[in-house]
C-alpha cells in the first residue's frame, strides 16, 4: 500500500520512526518534507510560509496523497490540546477523504470543536497507536 504520513512537522522524528515501521512492513511511504534552516516555530510565522509559498509545500504534499492509498495522521498531544490536529493536516485529511483515501489516524480524534464534526465524517480508522493495524 502507499501510505502518505500526515501531521505537525512539530512530530516529524515520530514520522520517521513511522516511515521505517511502514517500509518493513512492505508499504511505500510519502513523507511531508521538513525544510533545513527554516524556524518553523518563530512567533511570526514568516519563514515557514515563505518556504510554504515559495517551494509549493502544500501542493507537494496534496500530490503526494493523491497517488497514495491511504494517509497515517501523526496526531500527538501539542499544547494544551491533545491528540493535536491543525489546519493543514485538516485539509489534507479532507483532500484523502475526497480522493477516497483510506484515512488512518494514530491516536484518538482530539477535541477540537470547531472541526469535531467532520473530522467524524471522514470516517478515519484509529490506530490507536499500533500501525500494525494498517491494511
Given at each position: 500500500?502507499k501510505?502518505?504520513?500526515?501531521g505537525?512537522?512539530?512530530?516529524?522524528?515520530?514520522?520517521?520512526?513511522?516511515?521505517?515501521?511502514?517500509?518493513?512492513?512492505?508499504?511505500?511511504?510519502?513523507?511531508?518534507?521538513?525544510?533545513?534552516?527554516?524556524?518553523y516555530?518563530?512567533?511570526?510565522?514568516k519563514?515557514?510560509?515563505?518556504?510554504?509559498?515559495?517551494?509549493g509545500?502544500?501542493?507537494?504534499?496534496?500530490?503526494?496523497?493523491?497517488?497514495?492509498?491511504?494517509?497515517?495522521?501523526?496526531?500527538?498531544?501539542?499544547?494544551?490540546i491533545?491528540n493535536?490536529?491543525g489546519?493543514?493536516?485538516?485539509?489534507?485529511?479532507?483532500?484523502?477523504?475526497?480522493?477516497?483515501?483510506?484515512?488512518?489516524?494514530?491516536?484518538?480524534?482530539?477535541?477540537q470543536?470547531?472541526?469535531n464534526?467532520?473530522?467524524?465524517?471522514?470516517?478515519?480508522?484509529?490506530?490507536n497507536?499500533?500501525?500494525?493495524?494498517?491494511k
Amino acid at each position: 500500500m502507499k501510505i502518505t504520513i500526515c501531521g505537525s512537522i512539530k512530530f516529524f522524528d515520530e514520522m520517521v520512526g513511522f516511515q521505517k515501521q511502514l517500509k518493513a512492513n512492505g508499504h511505500e511511504v510519502f513523507m511531508p518534507i521538513k525544510v533545513v534552516g527554516v524556524d518553523y516555530w518563530s512567533e511570526d510565522g514568516k519563514s515557514r510560509i515563505e518556504a510554504k509559498k515559495g517551494l509549493g509545500l502544500v501542493n507537494e504534499h496534496l500530490n503526494k496523497i493523491e497517488k497514495s492509498d491511504a494517509i497515517l495522521v501523526a496526531n500527538y498531544t501539542k499544547g494544551d490540546i491533545k491528540n493535536y490536529i491543525g489546519a493543514n493536516t485538516f485539509i489534507e485529511m479532507a483532500f484523502a477523504h475526497h480522493n477516497g483515501n483510506k484515512i488512518f489516524i494514530l491516536n484518538p480524534l482530539p477535541n477540537q470543536k470547531y472541526i469535531n464534526d467532520e473530522l467524524v465524517s471522514f470516517d478515519g480508522i484509529v490506530l490507536n497507536g499500533d500501525l500494525n493495524n494498517i491494511k
